[in-house]
C-alpha cells in the first residue's frame, strides 16, 4: 500500500515535543504493549507521551485514497498533504489487536432518517472527551486535556493545536463559544435550552483566551458536566466559519445570501444544516430541500466525526472518511481505516434479522432485543458474524399520560392508585421467562440504573409484586367498574376506556407490550395494541396523544450528575419516554400555559438541581439522592418491567471489535469502543 511519509525532522517540528531517538516505533495494541509503559489515560496517548514512552519518533501515513474520497465532499478543497491536516497534537490510539488496513464500506442498518441512527453515529461520532471502555474513566478525545477548579464552578478544556474541520477550516475555541452562545441559547435555533447547558436553570459564560483555551463558567457547581460531554450525541462545538454567515445576528448579508440560494432567511438555511435540535443526525439539507441543496456551499455541515456524508435520501446515506480526522494509530496510520460507510433504513424487524442472519451488516446493536437473540445465536457460524449478550442500563418501561386531553382519563391516570394498580398487576415473572428467557430481573423503576449505595432496596421492588387481587381492589377504589357486563372496566363517569398501546420495536421488545396487555386485560382494562414507527410514536407522544408511553428508561449516577431530564417534567428528551406533556408546558412557560403539576414534582425539581451541585458519596449528596428515588417510585409515575440483556453484532470480517461492558444508549452505544479504530478484512 503506497503511504505518504512524512520526515521525522520536520514532525518533531511540527509538533514541539520533547527530542527523542529517531527510532522507528513500536507498534503496539491493547493485546500486546510490547513493554511500551501506558499514558496517562487508558489504551491512548498524546504524541509527545507516547514518543517518549516508546524512545522513538512517529513518522505518519494516510489513507491512499484520501484525495480521491476528499473528491466526493462538496464544498472540500482540493487536498493538501497529510502534515497540513493531521493536528500538531494528535490523539494516538492503540488498537485492541491489530494495526488495520485501510479500505472498505462499513455497511450498516437503521430504523428510518433519525430513528434508530445513534447506534451508527456512535461508531464515527466524538465529543469534547470520552468514557473509556471501562466505563468509568472519562479521557480525552477532540479535547487534548481538561482541569476544574476547587468547588466545581470552572472547567477549563484544552484544544490540539492545528485540529481542523473537515473541510480543512482550523478547530478552534471560538467554535466551542459559538456553538454556546450562539446556538445552544439561541431560541430562534432551538426553541428551550437543554438543561445540560445550564446549571440549576441559570446559564454558564464561556471564555476564548487563545485558540486553544475554552472556560465554561458556572454560576453554580456542576461536578457532572464532563460527564455530559462524555457521553452525549450533543457536541459542545460546531463549525463557526460555516454556519455564522447564516446568522442574521452575526451576519448582515445573511439573508440576503438566503434569499439568493432559494430559502425564506438565513435562520432557513440554518435549520436546513442544524435541525433546530442538539441532534447531531439530523437529515442533511440534500434531503430535506434537495432541489436547492446545490445551492448552498456544501451538502453537510463540516464535521470533527471520523467520516462525513456525501449522499442523503429517503432510503439511506453514504459517508467517506474525513480527510483531516484528528487521530493516529501507533504505527502513524491516520484514521480511520474504514474508508466508506452505508446506511440504509428498514423499520420492519424480521427484515432486520434477516439481513443480519445473511451477514450483510459487519455491526447492529441499536434496537436488537433479546428475543431475536435465539435465532441470531444459532446462525452465527454459517453467517460469519459474532454475537454478544451484554447488560442493559435502562429497561422496559410504562407512563400513564397524566396530562391526556380527555379530562376523565387525565383524572384516573393521575391517581396513583391506579397507576399503583396497573404496576402490581403485572406479572413480571413471566414477563422474564417468555420475553426475556429468564435472563432478566424483575424491578421497578427508580430513575438511577444500576442502583446507587444511597438507594434503600425496597425501592426496587417497591409495587412490583403480581397481586392481580390487590390490583383489582384498587381499581375499584379509584371507581372503574365494569358496568356493561362485557368484563372490562369503564371510566367511573361511566365512558368506556380502551387503552390505546402504541409501541416500536426500538424502544421495546413487543413481546413485553403484548404480555402487559394480557396482563391488565386481566384485571378489566381494555387495551388494544398497535406497532408504529419510531417517528410515528414520538410524534404522538410529543402531541400529548398516547394513553402510555412506552420505551427503555433508566441512567447511571453519572448521567444523571450532568443532565436532570429524568427528574423535570416532560421526565426525557424527544427521543424517550415522557409523560405529563401538559405539565412541561407549564414549568417552561414559567406558569401561564399548560397544567400545575402536583408539589410531589416541583420538589423532584428542586432537588435535582440541588443533587447536581454537590460531589457524589457526600452524606449531602446521598440524602438528596435517597430522596429522589423516594418521591419517584412512592408516586409510580412510571412503571418498570425487567432489566435484562441486549444484543450486539459485529461480522467476522470487522476487527478491533472488543468485549462491550454494556448494551446502552446511556453510555452512548459504540463510543466507549473507538470505531475508528476498526477495519475490515476482505
Known amino acids: 500500500m503506497k503511504r505518504l511519509m512524512l520526515a521525522s525532522v520536520a514532525m518533531l517540528a511540527l509538533t514541539a515535543a520533547p527530542q527523542v531517538q529517531a527510532a522507528a516505533c513500536p507498534a503496539i495494541t491493547v493485546s500486546?504493549?510490547?513493554?511500551?509503559?501506558?499514558?496517562?489515560?487508558?489504551?491512548?496517548?498524546?504524541?509527545?507521551?507516547?514518543?517518549?514512552?516508546?524512545?522513538?519518533?512517529?513518522?505518519?501515513?494516510?489513507?491512499?485514497?484520501?484525495?480521491?474520497?476528499?473528491?466526493?465532499?462538496?464544498?472540500?478543497?482540493?487536498?493538501?498533504?497529510?502534515?497540513?491536516?493531521?493536528p500538531e497534537e494528535p490523539l494516538v490510539v492503540a488498537p485492541y489487536t491489530s494495526i488495520g488496513k485501510y479500505g472498505g464500506i462499513f455497511d450498516v442498518i437503521s430504523n428510518a432518517p433519525e430513528a434508530g441512527t445513534a447506534g451508527f453515529l456512535s461508531v464515527r461520532h466524538v465529543n469534547l472527551v470520552r468514557y473509556s471502555d471501562d466505563l468509568q474513566t472519562i479521557v480525552p478525545m477532540v479535547a487534548k486535556s481538561w482541569k476544574w477548579n476547587d468547588d466545581f464552578t470552572q472547567l477549563t478544556f484544552q484544544l490540539r493545536k492545528g485540529h481542523k474541520w473537515s473541510d480543512g477550516a482550523p478547530f478552534t475555541s471560538a467554535d466551542v463559544k459559538y456553538w454556546y452562545d450562539n446556538l445552544a441559547l439561541n431560541p430562534d435555533v432551538i426553541a428551550k435550552p437543554k438543561d445540560?447547558?445550564?446549571?440549576?436553570?441559570?446559564?454558564?459564560?464561556?471564555?476564548?483566551?487563545?485558540?486553544?483555551?475554552?472556560?465554561?463558567?458556572?454560576?453554580?457547581?456542576?461536578?457532572?458536566?464532563?460527564?455530559?460531554?462524555?457521553?452525549?450525541?450533543?457536541?459542545?462545538?460546531?463549525?463557526?466559519?460555516?454556519?455564522?454567515?447564516?446568522?442574521?445576528?452575526?451576519?448582515?448579508?445573511?439573508?440576503?445570501?438566503?434569499?439568493?440560494?432559494?430559502?425564506?432567511?438565513?435562520?432557513?438555511?440554518l435549520s436546513a444544516y442544524f435541525g433546530n435540535s442538539d441532534w447531531t443526525d439530523t437529515p442533511s439539507p440534500l434531503l430535506k430541500t434537495p432541489t436547492k441543496a446545490g445551492n448552498l456551499p456544501a451538502d453537510v455541515v463540516p464535521t470533527l466525526e471520523s467520516h462525513i456524508y456525501v449522499t442523503d435520501t429517503p432510503n439511506g446515506r453514504h459517508?467517506?472518511?474525513?480527510?483531516?480526522?484528528?487521530?493516529?494509530?501507533?504505527?502513524?496510520?491516520?484514521?480511520?481505516?474504514?474508508?466508506e460507510q452505508d446506511e440504509i433504513y428498514i423499520n420492519e424487524n424480521e427484515v432486520r434479522i434477516l439481513k443480519l442472519i445473511n451477514g450483510e451488516v459487519d455491526f447492529k446493536s441499536q434496537s436488537l432485543q433479546l428475543a431475536s437473540s435465539p435465532v441470531l445465536l444459532d446462525k452465527q457460524e454459517a453467517g460469519k458474524y459474532r454475537i454478544q449478550i451484554k447488560p442493559e442500563i435502562s429497561a422496559p418501561t410504562f407512563a400513564f399520560n397524566v396530562t391526556s386531553k380527555n379530562l376523565e382519563k387525565r383524572k384516573v391516570f393521575g391517581d396513583v392508585r391506579f397507576r399503583q394498580a396497573m404496576s402490581i398487576a403485572m406479572n413480571r415473572e413471566e414477563i422474564n421467562e417468555v420475553a426475556f428467557f429468564g435472563l432478566g430481573k424483575p424491578q421497578q423503576y427508580i430513575g438511577f440504573s444500576p442502583a446507587p449505595n444511597f438507594v434503600d432496596p425496597k425501592w426496587s421492588t417497591y409495587m412490583a409484586e403480581y397481586a392481580p387481587d390487590k390490583a383489582k381492589a384498587l381499581l375499584d377504589q379509584v371507581g372503574m367498574k365494569d358496568i356493561d357486563g362485557d368484563g372490562f372496566r369503564e371510566l367511573p363517569n361511566g365512558e368506556k376506556l380502551v387503552l390505546n398501546l402504541q409501541f416500536a420495536t426500538q424502544g421495546i421488545a413487543g413481546e413485553v407490550v403484548e404480555l402487559v396487555a394480557q396482563h391488565w386485560s386481566a384485571v378489566g382494562v381494555q387495551t388494544q395494541l398497535k406497532e408504529v414507527t419510531p417517528d410515528e410514536y414520538r410524534s404522538s407522544q410529543s402531541s400529548n396523544d398516547l394513553d402510555v408511553g412506552m420505551?427503555?428508561?433508566?441512567?447511571?449516577?453519572?448521567?444523571?450528575?450532568?443532565?436532570?431530564?429524568?427528574?423535570?417534567?416532560?421526565?426525557?428528551?424527544?427521543?424517550?419516554?415522557?409523560?405529563?406533556?401538559?405539565?412541561?408546558?407549564?414549568?417552561?412557560?414559567?406558569?401561564?400555559?399548560?397544567?400545575?403539576?402536583?408539589?410531589?414534582?416541583?420538589?423532584?425539581?428542586?432537588?435535582?438541581?440541588?443533587?447536581?451541585?454537590?460531589?457524589?458519596?457526600?452524606?449531602?449528596?446521598?440524602?438528596?439522592?435517597?430522596k429522589l428515588v423516594e418521591t419517584m417510585v412512592s408516586n409510580t409515575l412510571f412503571i418498570g418491567t425487567v432489566q435484562a440483556p441486549g444484543?450486539?453484532?459485529?461480522?467476522?470480517?470487522?476487527?478491533?471489535?472488543?468485549?462491550?461492558k454494556t448494551h446502552s444508549y446511556e453510555y452512548y452505544w459504540a463510543l466507549p469502543y473507538r470505531g475508528p479504530q476498526w477495519w475490515l478484512d476482505e
Open 319 to 339: 459517508l467517506v472518511a474525513n480527510p483531516y480526522f484528528f487521530m493516529v494509530d501507533t504505527a502513524g496510520n491516520q484514521l480511520p481505516y474504514i474508508s
Open 647 to 660: 444484543v450486539i453484532y459485529n461480522r467476522t470480517a470487522l476487527k478491533n471489535v472488543t468485549e462491550f
Open 32 to 86: 500486546n504493549p510490547m513493554n511500551v509503559a501506558g499514558g496517562a489515560f487508558p489504551q491512548q496517548y498524546e504524541l509527545a507521551e507516547f514518543q517518549s514512552a516508546a524512545n522513538c519518533t512517529l513518522t505518519f501515513q494516510g489513507n491512499p485514497d484520501a484525495a480521491k474520497l476528499n473528491g466526493r465532499i462538496r464544498g472540500n478543497s482540493k487536498l493538501p498533504s497529510l502534515a497540513e491536516r493531521i
Open 196 to 269: 445540560y447547558v445550564l446549571v440549576a436553570g441559570e446559564r454558564m459564560t464561556v471564555e476564548t483566551p487563545d485558540a486553544q483555551t475554552v472556560i465554561f463558567n458556572l454560576p453554580a457547581p456542576k461536578p457532572g458536566l464532563l460527564a455530559h460531554f462524555a457521553s452525549s450525541f450533543a457536541q459542545g462545538f460546531q463549525p463557526k466559519h460555516f454556519l455564522s454567515k447564516w446568522d442574521p445576528k452575526l451576519n448582515s448579508k445573511a439573508n440576503e445570501m438566503a434569499k439568493a440560494a432559494g430559502y425564506k432567511d438565513g435562520l432557513d438555511v
Open 551 to 626: 420505551w427503555r428508561k433508566g441512567q447511571p449516577l453519572a448521567i444523571v450528575m450532568g443532565s436532570n431530564a429524568l427528574w423535570v417534567p416532560p421526565f426525557d428528551t424527544y427521543f424517550f419516554l415522557r409523560t405529563g406533556m401538559l405539565w412541561a408546558e407549564w414549568v417552561d412557560s414559567k406558569g401561564a400555559a399548560g397544567v400545575e403539576p402536583p408539589e410531589y414534582v416541583k420538589q423532584l425539581m428542586k432537588d435535582i438541581n440541588a443533587f447536581q451541585s454537590i460531589p457524589n458519596g457526600t452524606p449531602e449528596s446521598d440524602a438528596l439522592g435517597a
